[in-house]
T-cell receptor, first 113, second 118 residues
Framework: GDSVTQMEGPVTLSEEAFLTINCTYTATGYPSLFWYVQYPGEGLQLLLKATKADDKGSNKGFEATYRKETTSFHLEKGSVQVSDSAVYFCALAPSGGYQKVTFGTGTKLQVIP | GAVVSQHPSWVICKSGTSVKIECRSLDFQATTMFWYRQFPKQSLMLMATSNEGSKATYEQGVEKDKFLINHASLTLSTLTVTSAHPEDSSFYIC??????????????FGPGTRLTVL
């Protein structure tokens, strides 16, 4: 079945540091890939997505590129802020729709001033 | 737009009682709603998928008689945890998918409901 593997946290960075959170997936066909963010005590918010190979999703300074050859969708940000502290989930949905989303275990990011 | 709300945001109940959690799509019609459960420091686990006007489809290992799901309208789905026990304590999150102003088929998540069973 489909699965998503992301790096374990927590990740602690100083403000303005470079962020990478690794994510790899296993799926048949051409799934859509997502990054969701969960701030403390809140639900999930879609951060960015990519629906086909080589697509780059971007939002709020975060980027991730859909790499079919390495089955990866790593999240990056050039300069993190304290307000980016949250849990980040990598996820995929089967090709053809968003019927069932499979989530990774989440990576907690803590940014210190 | 594409706002999903949940009520209550948190609830504490005694063991053996039932608790109802509501999930509403505020500005679009949700043809499909999903219920997830999140354990501390873990990922979301899909519990069930409900389509408006039909019975919910439960994931393997989820007790349908314990977690009753009703999707009676295009803007409301409810999850009732029957005869709750301490092991049911968790964070329950719903998501909704529909055809409105947003991109088709995208899921939008509610803020979650924290259930604590004493």
């Amino acid at each position: 079945g489909d699965s998503v593997t992301q790096m374990e946290g927590p990740v602690t960075l100083s403000e303005e540091a470079f962020l990478t959170i690794n994510c790899t997936y296993t799926a048949t066909g051409y799934p859509s890939l997502f990054w969701y963010v969960q701030y403390p005590g809140e639900g999930l918010q879609l951060l960015l997505k990519a629906t086909k190979a080589d697509d780059k999703g971007s939002n709020k300074g975060f980027e991730a590129t859909y790499r079919k050859e390495t089955t990866s969708f790593h999240l990056e940000k050039g300069s993190v802020q304290v307000s980016d502290s949250a849990v980040y989930f990598c996820a995929l949905a089967p090709s053809g729709g968003y019927q069932k989303v499979t989530f990774g275990t989440g990576t907690k990011l803590q940014v210190i001033p | 737009g594409a706002v999903v709300s949940q009520h209550p945001s948190w609830v504490i109940c005694k063991s053996g009682t039932s608790v109802k959690i509501e999930c509403r799509s505020l500005d679009f019609q949700a043809t499909t709603m999903f219920w997830y459960r999140q354990f501390p420091k873990q990922s979301l686990m899909l519990m069930a998928t409900s389509n408006e006007g039909s019975k919910a489809t439960y994931e393997q290992g989820v007790e349908k008689d314990k977690f009753l799901i009703n999707h009676a309208s295009l803007t409301l789905s409810t999850l009732t945890v029957t005869s709750a026990h301490p092991e049911d304590s968790s964070f329950y999150i719903c998501s909704a998918r529909g055809f409105g102003r947003r991109p088709r088929n995208e899921q939008f998540f509610g803020p979650g409901t924290r259930l604590t069973v004493l």
